[in-house]
């Protein structure tokens, strides 16, 4: 079993739908849990970083963590075509220890 | 602007010639790593550096080697590249390991015949 799980998709949903995006995890040691997106042919880039469990808002991108259930989301309003990309969570301990990446969720947003 | 320089950007060559990527970062960054991607995979860590000359092993280091002699840069190095090394690969950058998001470089595609 791995470490972070990640519904590997494709998503395809309609311009104006709300997303979600989700990863499960086992290890209860994460304490740091991170969003990334990855455009074609481009490196991953931060969009959204917690600690610990609870919501974090930024815009139209909304980040939640269970840790009770060890699964974290992230939910994207009013999806729009440029929010089309590959999303990649990302968990760690902290301190030194290093940080586990999903496989990714391909979204695709149809205009 | 801050950010994590790849080169080269995409490279095919044949099995057993070295080649070298290089990676440089401008944010003065500790901590430097090195991923491959691939399909259903992931990203899985090759080797990481937390400072200059301190290297260390991560999931899937055979066949690569890295040095760390300058905090800016950290190459990765296939000796004797095979066709199982064919793969995407990301240079990432942070403050320091853990707690602290990476910015990544945009990646090299490396195709070895």
């Known amino acids: 079993q791995k470490e972070v799980e990640q519904d590997p998709g494709p998503l395809s949903v309609p311009e104006g739908a709300i997303v979600s995006l989700n990863c499960t995890y086992s290890n209860s040691a994460f304490q740091y849990f991170m969003w990334y997106r990855q455009y074609s042919r481009k490196g991953p880039e931060l969009l959204m970083y917690?600690?610990?469990?609870g919501n974090k808002e930024d815009g139209r991108f909304t980040a939640q963590v269970d840790k009770s259930s060890k699964y974290i989301s992230l939910f994207i309003r009013d999806s729009q075509p440029s929010d089309s990309a590959t999303y990649l969570c990302a968990m760690s301990p902290g301190g030194y220890q290093k940080v586990t990446f999903g496989t990714g969720t391909k979204l695709q947003v149809i205009p | 602007e801050a950010q994590v320089t790849q080169n080269p950007r995409y490279l095919i060559t044949v099995t057993g010639k070295k080649l070298t990527v290089t990676c440089s970062q401008n944010?003065?960054?500790?901590?430097m790593s090195w991923y491959r991607q691939d399909p259903g995979l992931g990203l899985r860590q090759i080797y990481y550096s937390m400072n200059v000359e301190v290297t260390d092993k991560g999931d899937v280091p055979e066949g690569y080697k890295v040095s760390r002699k300058e905090k800016r840069n950290f190459p990765l190095i296939l000796e004797s590249p095979s066709p199982n090394q064919t793969s995407l690969y990301f240079c990432?950058?942070?403050?320091?390991?853990?707690?602290?998001?990476?910015?990544f470089g945009d990646g090299t595609r490396l195709s070895i015949l």
């Open positions: 944010m003065n960054h500790e901590y």
């Open positions: 917690t600690y610990s469990s």
């Open positions: 990432a950058s942070s403050p320091r390991q853990g707690n602290q998001p990476q910015h």
